[in-house]
T-cell receptor, first 109, second 118 residues
């Protein structure tokens, strides 16, 4: 079966750095997405990785290791507005998007 | 760019009513649109994949006669919840994927529709 695992909840301090991990087992791989979803709102696209390595985009970076079936989202200089759920999603061999359950990130002052 | 508009944002209606939700890609063409449902504190659940000019593909357990999907153009898909009941109350979100590429374009989401059936 297809499976995506990410922690249910994480807590971090404002100004700090947090890393949200995602591991996956899917039938094929055509890329991995990270989305941010604030409570009561729709998800917004953050990043897409299809090759191994780190993609940096401002305060957010996303890393992929295809051989390990592993990705992480790194958030630097945390702000209170970063409190949200972060969803990991993998595009399988049929270009179907398989969603993780999301990681709720709580930022404390 | 890549804006998806979803209307209405909130619906409150009586049991037995049919509710229509529209999803439009405003600045790009989308051959494929997706309809999701999300219950409180749970992840997104894909209901169906809507392809322009053809019948939608429904996920297992989703009643196609209850959730009618029409994708009449490259910029518009509609979801109609027929004879809605309280258990259909949920947050419905559409997304659209741009036409270009091999299907690895990100999905862009509408703002969602919060449906409450009394």
């Amino acid at each position: 079966g297809q499976n995506i695992d990410q922690p249910t909840e994480m807590t971090a301090t404002e100004g700090a750095i947090v890393q949200i991990n995602c591991t996956y087992q899917t039938s094929g791989f055509n890329g991995l997405f990270w989305y941010q979803q604030h409570a009561g709102e729709a998800p917004t696209f953050l990043s897409y990785n299809v090759l191994d390595g780190l993609e940096e985009k401002g305060r957010f970076s996303s890393f992929l290791s295809r051989s390990k079936g592993y990705s992480y989202l790194l958030l630097k200089e945390l702000q209170m507005k970063d409190s949200a759920s972060y969803l990991c999603a993998v595009l399988d061999s049929n270009y179907q998007l398989i969603w993780g359950a999301g990681t709720k990130l709580i930022i404390k002052p | 760019g890549a804006v998806v508009s979803q209307h209405p944002s909130r619906v409150i209606c009586k049991s037995g009513t049919s509710v229509k939700i529209e999803c439009r890609s405003l600045d790009f063409q989308a051959t494929t649109m997706f309809w999701y449902r999300q219950f409180p504190k749970q992840s997104l659940m894909l209901m169906a994949t809507s392809n322009e000019g053809s019948k939608a593909t429904y996920e297992q357990g989703v009643e196609k006669d209850k959730f009618l999907i029409n994708h009449a153009s490259l910029t518009l898909s509609t979801l109609t919840v027929t004879s809605a009941h309280p258990e259909d109350s949920s947050f419905y979100i559409c997304s659209a994927r741009e036409l270009q590429g091999y299907g690895n374009q990100p999905q862009h989401f509408g703002d969602g529709t919060r449906l409450s059936i009394l």
